[in-house]
């Protein structure tokens, strides 16, 4: 598969915020079949859909895939916007809520929402309070980002000053936030052998803003006994570590979150809540090495069939 010929991408007009005009994308595999189970993914902070071969996989198994480009995000920025900008993640639900119809309506089975680290989070959000959560049948998290890498009394001073901030000045930023040998570790160009957009996924990364540093920490302390109904599955590296200039080592661990934050606030999210270490894998789990891929994928698999 490719995705100049493999995919269809359909722009959703949404209702203007504060920057004017917002768009979403949507994007589905020409594969997809009526009577079939469908995927719908939602990337993580500076990202896009680009993973081909894990929507092959998927087609392949059997599941329609769809993935979604949210707002000011890769083929949804304008140019009017700041990328990756938002200031509560509720911004995103409308866009989640009309692929998610749009999906049921041409499928007519059952939804798994699929997301990746931000993605991961604002997924799980979406399961507490969204509009269309009641036609989601399970929620799959790969190395979501649950919570920050600060203990519970600085992550609450964090939010105090990021909130009175960010109110005061909008626009107000931090220093860019992800170390450059992630994206270093997965571009073709560099250390990796993926191919993607460096404008819409740069290697530094893009600009972050206080009022989004407050509006994914307030999103983390909503998850607090959030009771979500659905099976959860939950996919995190082995291992975490703090590296800041590439080494190979950033190709076996998770060097942006904390896999214990993963544990310890996902195993609390349900009553039906599965966890998996990925042995060698990296942030993105998909994107690890083939043989760590692999068994992602089967992991997966494995839970789908009984979910």
């Given at each position: ?252 661990a998770d060097i942006v979150l904390r896999v214990e934050d993963m544990k310890n606030v996902g195993v609390q ?38 979910h």
């Amino acid at each position: 598969m490719t995705l100049e010929d493999d995919f269809n991408t359909e722009t959703l007009t949404l209702q203007n915020d504060y920057e004017g005009a917002v768009v979403a994308t949507l994007i589905s595999a020409k594969a997809n079949k009526a009577g079939q189970k469908s995927v719908l993914y939602i990337h993580g902070f500076v990202d896009y859909f680009f993973q081909v071969d894990m929507a092959e996989v998927f087609v392949d198994g059997g599941y329609n895939f769809y993935a979604l480009d949210l707002r000011k995000y890769g083929r949804s920025i304008l140019p009017h916007q700041h990328p990756n900008y938002c200031r509560d993640i509720h911004e995103y639900y409308e866009e989640i809520s009309a692929s998610i119809r749009e999906i049921k309506a041409q499928s007519g089975e059952g939804v798994y929402l699929f997301g990746h680290s931000t993605g991961g989070l604002i997924a799980t959000n979406y399961m507490v309070d969204g509009e269309e959560r009641e036609k989601i049948s399970g929620l799959l998290l790969n190395s979501p980002f649950l919570e920050i890498k600060f203990p519970l009394f600085l992550k609450r001073i964090l939010y105090s000053i990021t909130s009175f901030v960010g109110n005061l000045i909008p626009y107000s930023s931090l220093p860019k936030m992800l170390s450059p040998a992630y994206a270093e570790s997965l571009h073709k160009d560099f250390k990796g052998e993926w191919d993607f957009n460096l404008a819409w996924k740069p290697i530094e990364g893009f600009v972050s803003y206080y009022v989004w540093l407050s509006a994914i920490i307030r999103a983390q302390y909503s998850l607090v006994n959030p009771n979500i109904k659905v099976p959860i599955l939950i996919l995190h590296s082995e291992v975490s570590r703090d590296i800041n200039v590439y080494t190979d080592e950033v190709k076996t661990a998770d060097i942006v979150l904390r896999v214990e934050d993963m544990k310890n606030v996902g195993v609390q999210l349900g009553a039906d809540v599965t966890l998996v270490s990925i042995k060698g894998g990296m942030h993105d789990l998909v994107l690890s090495v083939s043989e760590v891929r692999n068994h992602v994928y089967a992991e997966i698999f494995k839970w789908l069939k009984v979910h």
